[in-house]
């Protein structure tokens, strides 16, 4: 019996050390053993232009803001600028808003990342209006 | 004084990575525990139960106490 545990745990070590190399690009890359993988530049201005699209619709920000969040990482300051902007030109300040308790949310254990955000983004959040929930109170429950 | 860039990608994989092989180790580590102190000693206290067991002596010691209605106490 105890050699059938070995035979399967052997095969789940391999199977999940192969999975390991797919972790390690944390976005949307498919596992081929093919294909090019994309770099962080590429995949940041890629989501910089998605964002720019001077006529882009409530859908395909939400809908754009919904498959950033998904990925294994916070967006850039840049790619956060392009989706602001978009809010803007949406009159949307309440997704503006939501992206930033989002982003913060994003960053989890990690402290350090959304004073960080913030701050590269104050230009930006003071040319657009856009108030922090820190300042609206609205990070206490 | 302004933040450095803090690391922002690839962080729940990092997490993983550390964390995964310790959750499946210690899973192991817990049912391997188990195995032997609970499910060992309790086949072992079966067997030696049953090493020495009379069934015919038991049968008569449960109808001598009367608990049968097929076959009644040898007295009766």
Known sequence: MFRAVFRLSATGARSLARSQQCRLAPVATRCYSHGKVESDEEFDARWVTYFSKPDIDAWELKKGMNTLIGYDLVPEAKILDSALRACRRLNDMASAIRILEAIKDKAGPHKDIYPYLIQELKPTLTELGISTPEELGMDRL | ?76
């Open chain 2, 1 to 76: 004084m302004s933040l450095p860039k803090p690391v922002m990608r690839g962080l729940l994989g990092k997490r993983l990575r550390f964390h995964l092989p310790i959750a499946f180790t210690l899973s192991l580590a817990a049912a391997i525990a188990f195995k032997y102190t609970v499910t060992e000693p309790r086949k072992q206290a079966y067997a030696d139960f049953y090493k020495q067991y009379d069934a015919t002596k038991e049968f008569n010691a449960m109808r001598e106490a009367g608990i049968f209605e097929s076959v009644r106490p040898s007295g009766e």
